[in-house]
């Protein structure tokens, strides 16, 4: 019987859902050889891949991580630390315990120089178990998202003035385990290509969401807010001409991450 998808995004999945039960000889032919993979990723042969166990243990991991943000709710998720989500994965047989593979892929991404994918920005988080308090961030309203209290608090609201109300708040705090997950979704995506996760999205030891940064939007926009287009929306023009913070991802950045016109830096 023919399956039928209900998005491209489901189409991908399942593929890399047959990929991750093949043997390992047929992994990488297929990966090297799937249309699913024939867009701009994988024509490098530079590139740095997870290895064929490695992937198979990053679907497991990810699936885990979303059982956990379903377990604890999306604004929880956004800043649990990595020990909490131990002791749920140890307390709550709907997300099960994290195997030893799963913690020595964690322990890879976390703590592996980064450059040797040619990523090259700053490390925000040396601590893995890193605790975000609540006394330091507020819950921004129908986001899910929070904010450091401070300058990022201040530079939202003051945005919200000289912009509009169409301008919102599309991620805020990230700890350790957001934004590993968000990292493992992205790997897991790009067929454990690692040099192109990393262009994609900063390691989870890496991120500016972990100490001050946010990320904004056009309101009702949804995943278009975090591409290019974004760039060509009147809140963007007028957040340009603003003084009081700054893009940190622009063209061609030293970092070596993707343009993200969305990318609030808190100067
Ligand atoms: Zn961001």
């Not at 709710?73 to 649990?80: C, E, P």
């Not at 990393?198 to 949804?222: L, N």
């Not at 700054?246 to 993707?258: A, Q, T």
Request: aromatic letters at 14%.
């Amino acid at each position: 019987m023919q399956r039928t998808f209900d998005s491209e995004q489901e189409k991908v999945d399942s593929k890399l859902d047959i990929i991750t039960t093949m043997n390992r000889r047929h992994f990488l032919t297929t990966i090297s050889l799937s249309p699913v993979f024939a867009n701009d990723y994988f024509t490098d042969s530079n590139d740095i891949y997870l290895s064929y166990q490695e992937f198979v243990t990053l679907k497991v991991l990810n699936k885990r991580l979303k059982r956990l943000r379903r377990f604890i709710g999306y604004g929880n998720f956004n800043i649990v630390s990595f020990k909490d989500a131990l002791f749920y994965g140890r307390n709550y047989s709907t997300i099960g315990l994290f195997t030893k593979d799963e913690l020595a892929l964690v322990d890879k991404l976390f703590l592996e120089n980064p450059e040797q994918y040619g990523f090259f920005g700053t490390k925000t988080c040396t601590d893995i178990n890193n605790k975000i308090s609540a006394k330091d961030i507020i819950k921004v309203p129908h986001t899910g998202h929070y904010l450091f209290k401070g300058k990022p608090v201040e530079d939202y609201s003051k945005l919200k003035k000289d912009i509009g109300h169409t301008l919102v708040l599309t991620s805020g705090v990230r700890n350790v385990v957001k934004q590993l997950s968000l990292y493992c979704n992205k790997l897991y995506h790009n067929g454990g290509n690692i040099t192109q996760a990393s262009i994609q999205i900063a390691p989870p030891a890496y991120s500016y969401h972990t100490v001050s940064d946010f990320d904004v939007g056009r309101r009702g926009w949804g995943y278009k807010n975090f591409t290019d287009a974004f760039a060509s929306t009147l809140e963007f023009k007028k957040m340009k001409k603003l003084d009081y913070i700054s893009m940190r991802y622009k063209k061609n950045n030293s970092d070596g991450v993707r343009f993200e016109p969305w990318h609030v830096e808190v100067i």
